[in-house]
C-alpha cells in the first residue's frame, strides 16, 4: 500500500498550506454490486497529519467522504525544508503515511 | 574476546535503533490516531452524530464561519466543501450532510497552530442541508447551505 499518498505543499509568510490526495476506494459498505449483494465498507477512518512533532491535523473520516480523498488545510509556524508526515487507517485495519519535505519553491 | 566484542556492539545499536524508532513516533501509529467515534459516525441523524460527537446539539449560527459549497453539484460522490472559521481557537470542525445515510461526514481536530480552514470532497446521496459545525473556545457554532443533487452519489 505504499505511496497512496500524495502530498503538496507550500509556506507562504509561515503559513503552510498542505493538500493530501489519497488513493483509496472509500466504500460505504451501503453499495450493491450487479448482483445485488452489498460490497462491504473499506473507507478511511483515521487521518493525521505532523508537523515537528505536533499533530495539526487528526481528522476521523466516514464512508462519505468521497472516493480518493482530498483535504486541504493550512497551519501557521512553518518554514521551507520543514517535515510534513501524513498516515491513515482505515476499517480493515489497512494503513499508509509518507513525509514529505515542505519544498523551497512552489512546484508548478 | 574480540569477536565476543563485535556481537554486544551490534545488538547494543540494533537495541538503541529501536529505541530511537519509538520515540520518534515511527512504531506508535495508535497514539496518533485517535480512535474513531462509532456511535457519532453510525448516528441516523444530525442530533444524535452532534451529542455524540461534542456532547451537545446546542449550536449557534455564526458568520464567521463560512462555507463553500456548491448551489447545484451534478454529482453527487463528489461534492467539493470548504469550511473557513474567522472564529478565535477554532479547535474543531466537522461536516454534517442532512439527508445522507449517515449526515457526519468528517470531524477534523485542529492542532494549536491549524487555521480553521478545511477543504475536501464528499458524498451526497440526494440534495440536502450541508452542516458545518465548528467547535471554538468551547462553544458549538454553525452554519448550513442547501445543495441539489443530480445524480446521487450514494446506493447502488
Given at each position: 500500500m505504499a505511496n497512496s499518498i500524495q502530498v503538496r505543499s507550500s509556506v507562504k509568510k509561515g503559513v503552510a498550506t498542505i493538500k493530501c490526495l489519497i488513493s483509496h476506494p472509500?466504500?460505504?459498505?451501503?453499495r450493491k454490486d450487479k448482483k445485488g449483494n452489498l460490497i462491504p465498507a473499506k473507507f478511511i477512518q483515521n487521518l493525521a497529519c505532523e508537523h515537528a512533532g505536533n499533530v495539526v491535523l487528526d481528522a476521523e473520516l466516514n464512508?462519505?467522504?468521497?472516493?480518493?480523498p482530498y483535504i486541504k488545510f493550512k497551519f501557521s509556524g512553518a518554514k521551507n525544508g520543514d517535515t510534513i508526515k501524513v498516515s491513515w487507517v482505515d476499517n480493515k485495519g489497512d494503513k499508509d503515511s509518507v513525509e514529505v519535505e515542505i519544498p523551497t519553491k512552489r512546484r508548478k | 574476546m574480540d569477536h565476543k566484542r563485535r556481537i554486544l556492539l551490534k545488538s547494543t545499536l540494533a537495541a538503541s535503533a529501536t529505541t530511537m524508532a519509538i520515540s520518534a513516533g515511527l512504531l506508535t501509529p495508535k497514539a496518533v490516531l485517535a480512535a474513531w467515534n462509532t456511535t457519532a459516525f453510525n448516528a441516523k441523524d444530525v442530533d444524535t452524530a452532534l451529542t455524540s460527537a461534542y456532547?451537545?446539539?446546542?449550536t449557534t449560527d455564526s458568520d464567521k464561519i463560512k462555507l463553500k459549497a456548491?448551489?447545484?453539484?451534478?454529482?453527487?460522490?463528489s461534492v467539493t466543501i470548504t469550511v473557513d472559521s474567522t472564529l478565535d481557537k477554532t479547535e474543531a470542525i466537522s461536516i454534517l450532510v442532512k439527508?445522507?445515510?449517515?449526515?457526519?461526514?468528517a470531524s477534523f481536530k485542529l492542532g494549536a497552530?491549524?487555521?480553521g480552514f478545511i477543504t475536501t470532497n464528499i458524498k451526497m446521496g440526494k440534495s440536502s442541508d450541508v452542516i458545518a459545525v465548528v467547535k471554538a473556545n468551547g462553544k458549538l457554532y454553525s452554519t448550513k447551505q442547501q445543495v441539489k443533487v443530480t445524480i446521487g452519489g450514494c446506493g447502488g
Open positions: 472509500m466504500e460505504t459498505g451501503m464512508g462519505s467522504v468521497s472516493t480518493n | 456532547g451537545s446539539t446546542d456548491p448551489d447545484v453539484a451534478e454529482n453527487g460522490a439527508n445522507n445515510a449517515q449526515p457526519l461526514t497552530n491549524t487555521e
